[in-house]
Structures are given as C-alpha cells and as structure tokens.
C-alpha cells in the first residue's frame, strides 16, 4: 500500500483512510458518488484514493462537480482540515493537485502520520 516517496507505514496510512472515510460521512450522498466514480475508474474507495494518489482524486472531483472550482474547493477544504487549520496552505494544496502536483499534499500527510 505504500506509494513510491512515500514514507508512511501502512497502518498509519489505514489510520488516514479511515479518518478521510469518517469526513466524508457527514455528507453521505455525496460519498457514495464520489466512491462509485472511484471504483468504476480506480477500484479504489474515494478516501483511499485521496490519500494515495491525490491527484485522481481530484479528477474524480472534477467530473463530478462538472469542473466547478467552488464546489470542488469546498469539499477538499472540509477534507484538509483533518491535517491543518492554515487556510493558505490548504488553497496552495488544492492549487497543486489542480495541476497535477501532489507533493504538497503528500509532505502534509506524511506530517499528520508522524
């Protein structure tokens, strides 16, 4: 389960998952179609896939909110306030995997895990 420059033990990864999984219950209509275009295209759960490859996450996010930047900003900020409170920080995040980057995100998680 570990990801390439990715130094997390898998436990702690699972710990990670789950707090993500936890998140995403409070809205869970949403998570169900977000985990249903995770599975048809990763077969991966969407937290699982949040967590370990960010970036298509992300994608999966911009096929379900149809691109719209506001919603997708929404709901990954709920989701970043489970490692930080610093709101520049959790644009800059959501600002690179918008392109394709993250690093950020990773350097975050690996910060939460220890």
């Known amino acids: 389960m570990s ?51 960010p970036v298509k996450a992300y994608r999966i996010m911009e096929k379900v909110f149809a691109n719209d930047k506001a919603s997708i900003n929404f709901v990954l900020t709920y989701l970043l306030r489970t490692f930080t409170r610093n709101d520049e920080l959790i644009n800059k995040i959501i600002e690179e995997l918008s392109k394709g980057n993250d690093e950020l995100l990773k350097k975050i998680l690996q910060g939460a895990a220890g």
Request: hydrophobic share 45%.
């Open 3 to 53: 990801l390439p420059n990715f130094n997390i033990s898998n436990r702690i990864l699972e710990k990670i998952v789950e707090e993500i999984s936890r998140k995403l219950e409070v809205m869970p209509g949403l998570s169900a179609i977000l985990d249903v275009y995770s599975m048809r295209t990763y077969r991966k759960r969407f937290a699982e896939l949040f967590v370990k490859e």
